[in-house]
């Protein structure tokens, strides 16, 4: 995956997440885009690769890496108990990374230790928020950005 | 009602059970073994109990701990198919070992002979995680059915529903990584844990579907959140596809295609459609398990799904449906009372739910209410039982990593980084910490009042688990007992060709020793304790009359064969096992 298509990957997530948990919307409806989004996200993998998806390794868990960054920036937009799903929603793509991580690890790859505990340090100092605020929610944006980016 | 499901597992059990015993008997032999994966029907039907396993937690702590409504007996139902689920997950596995009794090696512990568990193996993680799941669970199941008659224990609900959601994932996530982090080129995938977990919870869901069918009622939240896992399960598979071009058309069909038809009105309201949406993802999440353990099941010169396998089936089913409703009936009146309903369950009763538990509240004073971050609340009854809980996890580590390298082990060179023990991490964390708040329930804020016959069993248990880690301890006996082998039966010493020896070799040592002689590696590394080489000097020095011996008595890790190989086949297979060793 070049740069610049990883940077589009973090956007797609940004736009699909727009979608999710609208007010007064149904399990059907929310379940049916996690789905579509899931798909899609597959599709961009697929036909993003710089190499293809069966040679590398990194490329297997990437679109459920970008279902748990759309879940991640989806969170922003809640009206109650936005504390609760953040801190799960960024526990998710913790958890993706991590076992990811290892699973490859046994098949010869590096891990990615600074993304892991980058997220890891972030869901942990998430719990202690109090009061998520529209500023303190950019904050984490431009962090889930910066992580996916850079590291 | 419940007698007759009982009756009819029992019809089912039975059977299971003679396959059961002439397949522990016989060894891996006896059932269906993928030749490329050295993995079988045990594997399979473990992933699939214990992918049910998951529909208590699911539906029970998770829904606990997210504030989502379900009625108790739900609940309770669910959570009683978790425990009895995870008594026949904890079977296969012991099975698939091949050395029943010497299943202790895979606790991460040293033993008297210098034994380290190999931690590096999804198979110790797995043990452990299975354990401390069912402990867990059990602990949970009990509160939350003694809760209604002693309501101070409803506020250890949602601790402990907070510490069992990571661990339900965690578990799961430990079961994908048997496959993920091997070679098999099916097995390939670093998003197994999320596609495991989904899959899971499908499963699990239709489970609880159908037992709450059997009953009579049902619950529209559960049929829809199985109809919404059925999509992204699918989604899931068509990136599987993409990926490695592998699809599992059958169980397609059924677990995801034909339970679509819940969208058709009729059908969806009739008992007996919702039990066919049940059993068909049921049918389909079993089938994917079949040929995910087993890729090359089905294929011409393989061996296919035979009559023990059958057995094997049968006996996790019957089984299942005798343990289940034996409790159930058992438990019937515990599990009864407010909030409970005899008929559908749907939005209008759930508003009903949630007005009699916040009537229950205030008449007993109960705070279930959010708990203020970082608040002394929220310290004493989540924070402290997982700090401390996050402490002996770092002990355990670091116990771990001191251990393995010790001088004179033969595990001195086996390397263990972090990625090796932290799988076993959370369930260290979770145990301690449900053991915390255990203790601070009864000691602390006395919510249970033990009697004299409850600190009277507390002592048999701890006496009991005493006296089983000190026999784990000491270890098993390396060989038969006399007896056992004098009432053996004794065989002349014909001539083995060796056309033969080969055949033999192939199915009854090559899954451990390889075809090749040299181990096969993915299976030993993975899944024992990391054994020594047996070159040609090795064997030399051993001689052939003791290795003869060990073939025919077993030693450590070893099976043995007599009864099952004649000496002259023993002797030929050292033999053999010489020639191997000494190809270049």
């Given amino acids: ?151 | 009602m419940f007698r007759y499901l009982m009756l009819a597992g029992l019809a089912l059990f039975l059977p299971g059970l003679f396959a059961l015993g002439y397949a522990v008997l016989e060894g891996p032999s006896a059932w269906m073994t993928d030749s490329r994966t050295f993995w079988g029907t045990p594997i399979a039907l473990f992933v699939f109990w214990i992918g049910l396993a998951h529909a208590g937690t699911l539906l029970s702590a998770i829904f606990l701990a997210l504030g989502i409504k379900l009625d108790r007996r739900t609940a309770l139902i669910a959570e009683l198919s978790t425990l009895v689920s995870l008594v026949f997950a904890g079977i296969f596995p012991l099975m698939h070992l091949g050395v029943v009794e010497n299943f202790y090696m895979v606790a991460p512990f040293l033993d008297a002979r210098g034994n380290f568990a190999n931690v590096r193996s999804p198979l110790v993680w797995d043990f452990c995680c299975i354990v401390v799941y069912a402990l867990l669970s059990l602990l949970f199941f009990t509160t939350h059915l003694k809760a209604r008659v002693v309501p101070a224990l409803d506020r250890y609900c949602k601790p402990m529903a907070w510490l069992l959601f990571p661990l339900v994932l965690w578990v799961h996530t430990v079961v994908s990584l048997d496959f993920a982090t091997t070679f098999v080129p099916e097995w390939r995938g670093a998003f197994f844990p999320v596609y495991f977990i989904v899959g899971a919870i499908l499963s699990g869901l239709a489970l609880v579907n159908l037992l709450i069918c059997a009953e009579g009622y049902r619950v529209r939240l559960m049929e829809r959140l199985q109809l919404i896992t059925s999509w992204i399960l699918c989604a899931i598979w068509i990136w599987d596809l993409l990926f490695k071009g592998y699809f599992c058309t059958s169980a397609f069909i059924f677990a995801v295609l034909l339970p679509q038809f819940r969208m058709v009105a009729v059908i969806r309201e009739s008992r007996a459609g919702r039990i066919f949406f049940s059993l068909s993802i049921l049918l389909g999440l079993f089938l994917e398990r079949f040929y995910l353990v087993s890729p090359l099941a089905g294929v011409p010169g393989e061996p296919g799904f035979g009559l023990v396998d059958l057995g094997l089936l049968a006996f996790s089913l019957g089984g299942f449906m005798m343990l289940f409703y034996a409790a159930r009936s058992l438990l019937n009146e515990s599990m009864e009372g407010a909030g409970t309903y005899f008929g559908e369950v749907d939005g209008s009763d759930m508003a009903n739910v949630e007005e009699s538990e916040r009537s229950r509240e205030k008449t007993h004073g109960l705070t279930l209410s959010y708990i203020q971050p970082w608040s002394s609340e929220e310290y004493k009854t989540l924070r402290l039982p997982l700090a401390c809980g996050f402490s002996v996890a770092l002990l355990f580590v670091l116990w771990v990593c001191a251990q393995l390298p010790f001088v004179g082990s033969p595990y001195e060179n086996v390397e263990v980084i972090l990625v090796n023990v932290l799988p076993l991490s959370y369930p260290v964390i979770a145990f301690v910490a449900a053991l915390v708040l255990a203790c601070k329930a009864v000691w602390v804020d006395k919510a249970v009042e033990l009697g004299r016959n409850s600190y009277v069993a507390l002592a048999v248990a701890l006496v009991a688990l005493a006296v089983l880690a000190g026999m784990f301890y000491a270890g098993g006996a390396a060989s038969r007992p006399d007896a056992v082998i004098a009432e053996a039966p004794q065989y002349g010493s014909e001539i083995v060709d060796s056309a033969h020896v080969q055949f033999v070799w192939n199915a009854r040592c090559a899954q451990c020793h390889g075809v090749d002689g040299r181990f096969n590696d993915k299976f030993i590394r993975e899944y024992y304790p990391v054994p020594q080489k047996l070159d040609v000097a090795r064997i030399d020095s051993l001689g052939l009359d003791s290795l003869v011996n060990v073939v025919l008595d077993g030693r450590v890790n070893m099976n043995p064969y007599r009864g099952r190989l004649t000496e002259s086949e023993a002797r030929a297979l050292v033999v053999y096992m010489r020639s191997l060793a000494e190809a270049p």
Avoid at chain 1, 8 to 21: I, N, P, Q, R
Avoid at chain 1, 100 to 123: E, K, M, S
Wanted: proline share 3%.
């Fill in chain 1, 1 to 151: 995956m070049t740069p610049l298509l990883n940077a589009f990957a973090c956007l797609l997530a940004l736009g699909c997440a727009s979608f999710l948990w609208r007010k007064g919307s149904s399990p059907y409806r929310n379940g049916a885009l996690l789905a579509g989004f899931l798909l899609l996200f597959s599709v961009f993998t697929y036909f993003g690769a710089s190499d293809t998806v069966v040679t590398d390794p990194s490329l297997e868990h990437y679109p459920f890496r970008m279902l748990a960054l759309c879940l991640c920036f989806s969170t922003t937009s809640l009206g109650i108990y936005r504390r609760r799903y953040l801190v799960l929603a960024q526990a998710l793509w913790c958890w993706v990374e991590l076992f990811g991580a290892i699973a490859l690890y046994y098949r010869g790859c590096d891990a990615a230790c600074v993304r892991i505990a980058a997220l890891a340090g972030i869901t942990f100092g998430s719990t202690f928020l109090s009061q998520i605020s529209r500023e303190m929610e950019f904050c984490l944006m431009v962090f889930w950005m910066a992580v996916w980016v850079f590291f």
